[in-house]
């Protein structure tokens, strides 16, 4: 069966750093795209970054160009997303999700799979 399982989350200030990891199988790992998701508390659920394994492209939302970074490991089956300069409006569940193909937005909306979410705490 497919699995998505996240780790990393946890309490940081304003300013620190954390990285989320997503370990997955079941699935042809390098025919998919893998992204990460975020929801906070009265929000919608928002596109954070997507990573295209088949052609390794990478896209962010605004509110984390260069702060954020994603990779993939092929050998592990493995996402991770490195967040740095956390500010508290980061504060929200983060999920990882898949897809096969090659997702080209943030924005995309279909992903089929889904983990169960991680949360991370940025506090002021």
């Known amino acids: 069966e497919v699995q998505l399982v996240e780790s990393g989350g946890g309490l940081v200030q304003a300013g620190g750093s954390l990285r989320l990891s997503c370990a997955a199988s079941g699935f042809t790992f390098n025919y998919y795209s893998i992204g990460w998701y975020r929801q906070a508390p009265g929000k919608e659920r928002e596109g954070v970054s997507v990573?295209?394994?088949?052609?390794?492209?990478?896209y962010y939302a605004d509110s984390v160009k260069g702060r954020f970074t994603i990779s993939s490991d092929n050998a592990k089956n493995t996402v991770s997303l490195q967040m740095n300069s956390l500010k508290p409006e980061d504060t929200a569940v983060y999920y990882c999700?898949?897809?096969?193909?090659?997702?080209?937005?943030?924005?995309?909306?279909?992903?089929?799979?889904w983990g169960k979410g991680t949360l991370v705490t940025v506090s002021s």
């Open positions: 999700a898949a897809v096969i193909g090659s997702v080209v937005s943030v924005d995309y909306s279909g992903m089929d799979y």
């Open positions: 990573i295209s394994n088949s052609d390794g492209k990478t």
